[in-house]
């Protein structure tokens, strides 16, 4: 797996500083050559004004935050996301992530890659 991400770019949205250091570890044992992350999500938007991503992987419990605003720019630019996230999808609401490949945490690491191919449609 890593010769194919050696050159993407990941978008990585998560507010818990432990996860997001695993999460990030995990991204880079799998390849991936650069991981940009937030931990608020109008960061992560601005962001997205100027640079684009190859995939992006995002908790979609922050609170008070614009988590629709963020993936409909996403889907917009045509950016595969997983939801890598604690809540549980049916509590989410929104069709948006209902849609959306979904990695519930904990995740085991070997969870990862599978949810990686099929998001980036090279399973």
Same mark, same amino acid.
């Given at each position: 797996?890593?010769?194919?991400?050696?050159?993407?770019?990941?978008?990585?949205?998560?507010?818990?500083?432990?996860?997001?250091?695993?999460?990030?570890?995990? !991204?880079? #044992?799998?390849?991936? $050559?650069?991981?940009?992350? /937030?931990?608020?999500?109008?960061? %992560?938007?601005?962001? *997205?004004?100027?640079?684009?991503?190859?995939?992006?992987?995002?908790?979609?419990?922050?609170?008070?935050?614009?988590?629709?605003? !963020?993936? #409909?720019?996403?889907? $917009?630019?045509?950016?595969? /996301?997983?939801?890598?996230?604690? %809540?549980?999808?049916? *509590?989410?609401?929104?069709?948006?992530?209902?849609?959306?490949?979904?990695?519930?945490?904990?995740?085991?690491?070997?969870?990862?890659?599978?949810?990686?191919?099929?998001?980036?449609?090279?399973?």
């Amino acid at each position: 797996m890593k010769k194919d991400y050696e050159h993407m770019t990941v978008l990585l949205l998560e507010d818990q500083p432990l996860i997001a250091m695993d999460t990030e570890a995990i !991204l880079k #044992q799998a390849g991936f $050559g650069q991981i940009i992350h /937030f931990a608020s999500i109008v960061p %992560a938007i601005d962001w *997205l004004a100027t640079h684009e991503p190859d995939l992006a992987v995002i908790e979609v419990t922050l609170q008070n935050e614009p988590r629709l605003a !963020l993936a #409909q720019q996403l889907i $917009g630019r045509n950016v595969p /996301f997983l939801v890598y996230s604690g %809540a549980n999808r049916a *509590l989410v609401g929104d069709q948006t992530f209902q849609d959306a490949e979904w990695l519930s945490k904990p995740a085991e690491t070997e969870m990862f890659e599978p949810a990686i191919r099929r998001v980036l449609g090279t399973s």
